[in-house]
């Protein structure tokens, strides 16, 4: 999988392709408009996270470009404004998702693993870890073909650990992922929420996946 | 005490005195010229006595007229000066004094000298002064009632412009963006006052803008580097073989970012309203926004054991931008989950008029009023922000609800009115 990372700061760029190379997707970065012009021109990306905010002109004029050539790389735009106008603006012509800084790395890799399956699957796509088996679009979890039954937090739960597989998830961006606020407190509750998924896995006939990381988070892995 | 009370007050004994002082004036130069006119009409009786004593060699006859009385008297005085004076003489007839200007004068008639007295009534003249007296007192009075009224009606319009600036000024509000709204006036004071008024409200505003455009793209340009420091930690929290205490290191920081992140966008999100960024509005469905979000949260509760009592009535439809009534909602909801106790509860009340959401909870140790106020908050909250409640009230005030905040039975009680602006 290609991504293209259309982003001018330097740090947060090499930041992002070193989680998502992670994860096996093939990253290049453009760090400003005319190369991102360029790069787009030549190149076809499975998904292109893009800055609004670019030297040499708006990020939201590569995606009427790529619109107007027909392209169908997925976009994901990463702004700094968190403004309303311009995710309006950016779904408007076509882009997939918005997602504003800062973030956390993990939700943009689950945001890309989402455009990705829409784009190429067109959500008929079928998540295979070991002898789980998800298919995202029936929403249907299996273990060895017995079915899990999961809350609809459990799933999405469940998806963004996939989605972030062998990687460490803090208990933040996992509280943020789901209920996309600031729900303050000490995320003791996550805890509880993930031994209830653990517990169903389990019980479904799956090794424990669901590694806890003393202080820090979860990581999904077989190892 | 008011400015036209004050006026009056100098202004009123002042008329008084100038007019009584000038009637006075007026008295004395009407009488003169009254005598004076007396005197003359004497000397014309004394010219024509001399005449006929002249011409007949005789005194005329004495007369005894009401207005005019024509004496002789022996003299052996052969120097006698003629002398004008005024005396009383007693009306026994109408039983009062009566004062007539007197001329005498020498006369001879056949070597005999008489002193001859010509006496006229002054009664004309002071029945004219006394009149004079009347009508000056009269204009005086009428003056005076003239004066009032003006005070009362002339001035208060005069005056209109002023208590419409002042009105005006009174309903200045900073982040309402309205202009002052000054009337034309051809009076010079209330030009410049108006002129003044509006040049300071508008440096005001002015300085207010900046201020907030400063707020705003500082945040802005806090989002970038807040996005490195937790990316970079976020990587760094994937490396293998990390100590015990490098964890801890990683795990402080983190939480400091989210922090600083979590207080930039809030503060973010109070200046967009605040600067009514928030411009579409639509007739949002209230009550499925709340059951959305309530139903977003469901587990949440019941990982935290908490009962939800709703009482929601369907369709309930408010005019707001419908992103600002997700976050009014969310923030509500999330402040009762929050500060709620295990095993606590928490009730949803919606209807055509309000949004009251209660719930349980340890007591407030502040006054409930000041936590609308920003980066107020309980001791026992831990490290929220502060800002939650702000945002609610920043929201309503934007549509002009009125919210309200109480601890009452054990319970938190946030009510918020929508009228006049429900539908």
Known sequence: MKILIIEDEKALSESIATYLASQEYNCEIAGDYTTAIHKTEYNDYDCILLDITLPGGNGLKILERLKEDKKTDGVLIISAKNSLDDKIKGLNLGADDYLSKPFHLSELNARVAAIIRRKYFDGNSVLQFDNLRIDTQSRMVTVENNPVELTKKEYELLLYFVSNKRRLISKEAIAEHLWGSDIGGNFDFIYTHIKNLRKKLLDAGEADYIKSVYGMGYKFTSQ | ?423
């Not at chain 2, 509860?345 to 719930?359: F, H, M, P, R, W």
């Open chain 2, 1 to 423: 005490m008011k400015l036209l009370v004050k006026y009056n007050r100098v202004n009123i004994p002042i008329i008084v005195i100038a007019l009584l002082i000038s009637s006075m004036g007026f008295y004395f130069i009407i009488h003169f010229a009254l005598i004076h006119q007396l005197d003359k009409d004497l000397r014309i009786e004394q010219m024509e006595i001399v005449h006929y004593v002249k011409e007949k060699n005789a005194l005329p006859e004495t007369s005894n007229y009401k207005d005019q009385k024509i004496e002789f008297n022996l003299t052996s005085n052969n120097f006698f000066k003629s002398k004008f004076s005024t005396e009383d003489v007693f009306n026994k007839r109408e039983n009062e004094s009566e004062s007539y200007r007197t001329l005498e004068f020498l006369i001879t008639v056949n070597g005999k000298n008489y002193i001859a007295e010509v006496k006229k009534s002054q009664q004309e003249t002071e029945d004219i002064v006394q009149l004079i007296l009347i009508i000056t007192l009269a204009v005086i009075i009428f003056l005076i009632l003239i004066l009032f009224i003006a005070n009362r009606f002339l001035l208060a319009s005069l005056w209109k412009p002023f208590h419409h600036t002042l009105e005006e000024l009174k309903q200045f509000n900073l982040s309402s963006k309205n202009k002052l709204n000054l009337p034309q006036t051809d009076i010079n004071e209330f030009k410049e006052l108006n002129e003044t008024a509006r040049s300071m409200t508008q440096k005001v505003s002015n300085d207010y803008e900046l201020l907030k455009n400063f707020t705003e793209n500082a945040s802005h340009e806090i989002q970038t580097p807040l996005a490195i420091i937790k990316n970079k930690i976020e990587l760094l929290s994937q490396s293998e073989n990390l100590t015990n205490m490098q964890i801890h290191s990683i795990q402080s920081m983190s939480d400091a970012a989210s922090r600083l992140s979590k207080l930039n966008q809030s503060l973010l999100l109070l200046t967009k309203i605040e600067n009514r960024q928030f411009k579409n509005t639509e007739n949002v469905n209230l009550s499925f926004v709340i059951n959305h979000c309530i139903e977003n949260f469901e587990e949440l509760n019941a990982l935290k054991n908490i009962c939800i009592e709703k009482n929601i009535t369907d369709d309930i439809f408010i005019e707001m931008n419908e992103s600002l009534a997700e976050i009014l909602v969310s923030n509500i909801i999330i402040n009762a989950i929050k500060h709620n106790c295990p095993g606590g509860t928490i009730k949803i009340e919606l209807d055509t008029g309000s949004l009251a959401v209660n719930n349980t909870g340890i007591p407030p140790q502040l006054n409930t009023t000041e936590l609308f106020e920003r980066f107020k908050k309980d001791s026992s909250s831990g490290d929220s922000l502060g800002l939650g409640l702000s945002i609610v009230k920043t929201i309503c005030d934007t549509y002009e609800f009125t919210v309200s905040y109480n601890y009452k039975d054990g319970m938190h009680v946030v009510k918020i009115n929508f009228l006049p602006n429900y539908k």
